[in-house]
Every structure is written in structure tokens, then in C-alpha cells.
């Protein structure tokens, strides 16, 4: 019994030990100073590639959301100076709840939509403000009548 005990406790041990070597060991540390509705553990690259998604699903530079420190002449990545940052961490928990709510859907009838759900590209398309406008079969433009933002006429 206390035999066993004590292998347990080596075994523990051990295994935290090992895990402290490997952390410490991992080249790609990430310690991001301000993630927030990101997973924290992420790696440069995945952190990136989400970045890079964003960006392109916007169609905008990292500086649309990311501010730049002239002093030490370089990106500060980690403030939270511009709205436009706040507005994606919004954006991002929206996307996800709604995910998460509406987008259980294994399959339809048709055997499709496995898993498919929204993205910020869905909306965005490669730019930041999505219109609000209807396509209205050619006769009434965007902010013609009867359009949004055009006044009504019949
Ligand atoms: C649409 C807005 C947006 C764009 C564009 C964007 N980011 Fe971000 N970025 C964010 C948000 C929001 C966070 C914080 C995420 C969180 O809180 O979980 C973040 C976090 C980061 C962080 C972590 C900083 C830290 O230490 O806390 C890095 C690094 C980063 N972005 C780099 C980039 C790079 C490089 C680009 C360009 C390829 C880019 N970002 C484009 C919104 C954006
Ligand atoms: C369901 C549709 C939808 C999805 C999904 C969506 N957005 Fe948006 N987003 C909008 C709308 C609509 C606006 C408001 C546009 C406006 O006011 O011009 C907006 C505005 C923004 C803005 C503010 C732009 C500005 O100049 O103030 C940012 C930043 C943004 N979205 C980032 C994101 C990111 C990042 C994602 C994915 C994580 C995302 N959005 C997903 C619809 C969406």
C-alpha cells in the first residue's frame, strides 16, 4: 500500500516534471499580453492564421484594428486603442453564438450543410462595413426608392 503510494506519487511527480520540461522546451511560446475572446493557448502560427483571416475577410491591413507605438516604432498588438478591435472581439462572440445555437444542423435532407455555420466572411466579404442592402431585381437600386435609405414612392 504504501509502496504504491509512493510509485504514485513518483509517477506524479514525474509526469509534472516532464510536463514543465516540455513547456519550457516549446519553441513557440506564445504569452499574448491582451487575448480575451481568443483561446489563450494558441501558437504564433494559429494566432496568425486567425489574424490573417480576419484581415482578409475585411479586406484590411492589420492597422485597421491594430494601433502603432511610434515611439518603440512598431506595432502594439496588444492595445485595445482602436474600436475597430473591440468591435471584432464583438463580431467574434456573436459569430460563435450564433454558430453554436443555429448551426447544430449535422445534415440536411439532402445529406449537405455537415457542419457548416458562418464565419466573418459570410457577411464581410472582404469588406469592413457590410451594406445594409436588399438586391431588388434591377428596377431599384440601393438607396432608390423603396430601397433602404430611399425615400418610398409606391
Ligand atoms: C478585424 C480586426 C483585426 C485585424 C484586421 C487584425 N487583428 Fe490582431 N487582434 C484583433 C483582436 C480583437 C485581438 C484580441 C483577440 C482577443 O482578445 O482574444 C487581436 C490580437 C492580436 C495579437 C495578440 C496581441 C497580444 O499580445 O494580446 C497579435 C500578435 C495580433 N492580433 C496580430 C495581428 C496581425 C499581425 C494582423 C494582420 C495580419 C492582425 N492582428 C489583424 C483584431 C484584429
Ligand atoms: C452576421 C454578419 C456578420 C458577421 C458574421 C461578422 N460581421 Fe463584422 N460587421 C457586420 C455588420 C453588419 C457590421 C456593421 C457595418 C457598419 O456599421 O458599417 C460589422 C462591423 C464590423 C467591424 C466594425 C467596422 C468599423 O469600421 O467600425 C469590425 C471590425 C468587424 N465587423 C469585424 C468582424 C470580424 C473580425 C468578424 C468575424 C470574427 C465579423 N466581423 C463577423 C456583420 C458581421
Known amino acids: 500500500m504504501l509502496l504504491n503510494r509512493k510509485i504514485i506519487a513518483m509517477l506524479g511527480l514525474s509526469s509534472v516534471v516532464t510536463l514543465v520540461a516540455l513547456t519550457s522546451m516549446a519553441p513557440d511560446k506564445p504569452g499574448y499580453k491582451n487575448v480575451k475572446v481568443l483561446?489563450?493557448?494558441?501558437t504564433h502560427q494559429q494566432l496568425g492564421k486567425v489574424m490573417d483571416e480576419w484581415a482578409h475577410s475585411l479586406g484590411v491591413n492589420c492597422g485597421f484594428c491594430h494601433v502603432r507605438d511610434e515611439a518603440a516604432k512598431k506595432m502594439d498588438f496588444a492595445s485595445d486603442a482602436k474600436p475597430e478591435k473591440i468591435a471584432a472581439r464583438q463580431m467574434y462572440k456573436m459569430m460563435n453564438k450564433i454558430n453554436s445555437k443555429f448551426?447544430?444542423?449535422?445534415?440536411?435532407?439532402?445529406?449537405?450543410?455537415?457542419r457548416t455555420g458562418?464565419?466573418?466572411?459570410?457577411?464581410?466579404?472582404?469588406?469592413?462595413?457590410p451594406e445594409l442592402k436588399v438586391p431588388e431585381g434591377g428596377r431599384r437600386g440601393p438607396g432608390g426608392p423603396g430601397g433602404p435609405g430611399g425615400e418610398k414612392k409606391d
Not at 483561446?39 to 494558441?42: A, I, Q, R, Y
Not at 448551426?103 to 455537415?114: I, R, T, V, Y
Open 39 to 42: 483561446p489563450k493557448n494558441l
Open 103 to 114: 448551426f447544430k444542423a449535422e445534415k440536411d435532407s439532402l445529406g449537405m450543410m455537415a
Open 118 to 129: 458562418i464565419n466573418c466572411n459570410t457577411c464581410h466579404r472582404g469588406n469592413p462595413h
